[in-house]
């Protein structure tokens, strides 16, 4: 098979436009008070990117990389996020939370994140054109601002949609990179499977029981 | 292909058979024949590499260098000893807690045996996509052992462990993509270019932009899972909350096959960019690590916290033995690999029944171990001197060696650095030390485990001492070839 992307590619305006789209979303999940619109700005984002994935798979040719799109799109998209959305309304916590840092300052420090992370990656790439040079400073801007939503919100429920920006936007990058590498796609996914489904589940409930909510501010006591 | 397989597969079917027996009290016996077994083939394994050098094996997806050897059999000797200790522990250990656990019987000896199944399988892995699954098994099914009891802190620590080593696990995954997309021009797109022997084979026609970005990844995204700073504050709360074999088996067993994934991601990018760069960040890191920790463990209360410090300090180190670059600082960051883990077993073993009989984690409950029970005495003295890396322990001569090749390299000033920091937690240590050790007994001792239990912690402590005073020639012809496969 050709390592390199098709001609058309490169002229092709889907893939920056879904890549945009999928900024846009990881940040306005950052934005939301509401864990609930949170998780749905996290299905937008794992729809964004299983477009991509698709597109890839339609210009490589390759049915695995469309597989794994699939895969991605049920898993993602649909599976986790209702897992997500039904532990938050069962939850006796509070379904709000907000950045320690409060909405529009923590706006402005993902902002700012993007535009690092688009600047470094830029800078490794230098000025490409291929489907890479669209996603890889994309993936990394959206690592950042899902790291940040990790360590400032307290909800434990904010915190995992945290960590499934983050391996989004890390996916997304692996799309880019090794597409045709349908295993690297599969333990991916795997992966989401695990976290969600038989960790976060059981753990959730504990802090819950052991706590009374799934507010996690008791838990980052900082100790030495 | 008979020789590495079934070293992982046994403790595969050992979780299995214990999930089965559950409260049979061959569980027990299950899980130490297990572990036992799992020894002996990782010893035969090393000596086979030994004598024909590398063994390939399940078509091209294992493979065993020395590196890999030694890895298998010091994590499969630590296990043994978890396994044997841990039957009189988890015997003694209260009904009560047991109930807080609320586990089926067997559970526990299963997951153990699945978390030293990973961690062997990690060690013995030629792809790197099976790798990264294996270290993400094994941090799972510790996270699980983790938060085990239903107190709030064992809650906190198995959430923050979950979370900091998904992240780590993102990033691991991310530094395996960008290395398979740096060899996508020499190897195509089909797995071969995930094998690491193939990689380092071509390392020096991969594309060095990605290679960098794949090393960067791959040294914060195993680092996490190793210990080394940034992402190491998981380990203190996962030390003190798991059960003492466990912690004793994650502190070693994860933070061995950790630092031997980094290392082989380490020696492609010294083939693809040449050792500058790479031995940099090393050196960076490991400096940062030991730096991070070294307060901590002057000011630490509690003594499974000042281990797990301690277990970052040394992981630290051996990442700065490697990044010094020379191959004598090489070796003797290996060898430190091999004498840290077994202090530090050491201490989490005896530390496990010095608290049962205190009946407290602090250090400030605890006096006089050394005339209340010589033997306990004893051993927790002998893990203090290996730990803080003084004669006649094996972890002064890994110490010493290392930094000797550090000062004939480039690096001078990371090995100074490197010894301001070992006298600094000589001194912590040796306060606390004093203080657990000697004075008058206190009147709550109460030593409830059977001598029995102390036959692994000795062994231990002779292989410890023994390694201080004389590497025997196989233990040393492994070492060296071990360094080859890091330092090519």
Known sequence: ?224 | MAWILPIPLVAAIGALACLWLGASRWTARTLLAATALAFALSLALAGRVLSVGPVRAADGWLQADALSALVAAIVSGIALACAAYGVHYMAAVGSHERAEARWPAGRHEALLLLLLACILLSALADSLGLLWIAIEGATLASALLVGVHRRPGAVEAGWKYLLLSSVGATLALFATVALFHSAVHVFGEGPAGLRWTALRGAAGRLDPRFVKLAFLFAIAGYGATAGLAPIHSWLPDACTQAPAPVAALVSTGLLATSLAALLRFHSVAIGCVGPGWPNGLMTLFGIASMLVAVPFMLVQGEYRRLLAYSSIEHAGFVTLAVGLGSPLAVFGGLLHLVVQSLARALAFLVGGTLGRAHGSRRMDHWGGALAASPALGALLVGAGLGLAGLPPAGTFVSEWLALTGGFGGPRLGAAIVAIAAFVVVFAGLAYHWTRMALGPPRARFEDRLPAASRLPLWILLGLLLLLGAWVPAPVRALLEQAARVVLP
């Not at chain 1, 920056?16 to 998780?39: C, E, K, M, P, W």
């Not at chain 1, 916590?93 to 993902?110: F, K, N």
Request: net charge positive.
């Open chain 1, 1 to 224: 098979m050709n390592p390199l992307p098709p001609e058309w590619l490169p002229r092709s305006n889907a893939v920056n436009l879904l890549a945009g789209a999928f900024l846009l979303s990881a940040l306005y999940a950052a934005a939301q008070r509401r864990a609930l619109s949170a998780v749905a700005a996290y299905r937008l984002n794992s729809v964004a990117l299983g477009l991509i994935a698709l597109v890839v798979a339609f210009a490589t040719g390759s049915r695995q990389v469309a597989l794994a799109a699939l895969l991605i799109a049920a898993i993602k998209a649909i599976v986790l996020p209702a897992l997500l959305a039904r532990r938050v309304r069962r939850g006796r916590g509070a379904a709000t939370s907000e950045p320690r840092t409060g909405v529009p300052a923590g706006m402005l420090a993902c902002v700012a994140l993007a535009v690092v992370g688009f600047g470094r990656a830029r800078a490794l790439l230098g000025p490409g054109l291929d489907i890479l040079a669209s996603c890889l400073p994309v993936s990394l801007a959206g690592t950042l601002v899902g790291l940040f939503v990790m360590v400032s919100r307290r909800e434990a429920v904010m915190q995992v949609v945290g960590l499934v920006l983050v391996e989004n936007a890390i996916f997304l990058a692996a799309v880019s990179l090794a597409y045709g590498m349908p295993l690297l796609a599969g333990i991916g996914v795997l992966l989401d499977l695990i976290v969600g489904v038989v960790l976060y589940g059981p753990f959730a409930g504990r802090i819950e029981a052991t706590h009374g909510d799934t507010g996690t501010s008791r838990l980052t006591d900082p100790r030495g």
